[in-house]
């Protein structure tokens, strides 16, 4: 996934009230990434076949990258490489406002003791 640090005080959530009482509520960064998406990265030249003897496909737009709200969160630690140009391979650990651990992947915990490190 894609993350992005936004701060606290961003629009998060948007709460309609409707006619009938009820409410509606949208999640503002992933509505607004989401139709920036479609509009400028959708592609159209999907192509399935229609049939297999004639030969015929039918074209079809579609876009399989989607946007969702995650957090907050305290911190996200991502590991830096120290040889220059050299990939890192999917790495990070991100924690709750309690100190609590959220998430954590790519480490070797039981070699090294990279776990005890990281807390």
Known sequence: GIWCILPGSFPNVFTFKLDD???F???YP???LNADVHDNFTNHQYQT????????YEA???CSIFFELDGPYRAMIL??????????????????FDG???ELKGFELKRRGELELIK
């Open 21 to 23: 009482g009820s409410s």
């Open 25 to 27: 509520n949208l999640e």
């Open 30 to 32: 992933c509505v607004m």
């Open 49 to 56: 076949i229609k049939d297999p003897v004639t030969g015929t």
């Open 60 to 62: 079809r737009s579609e």
């Open 79 to 96: 590991p830096a490489s120290t040889d220059e140009g050299r990939l890192l391979k999917k790495r990070y650990a991100v924690f709750n």
């Open 100 to 102: 609590s651990l959220a």
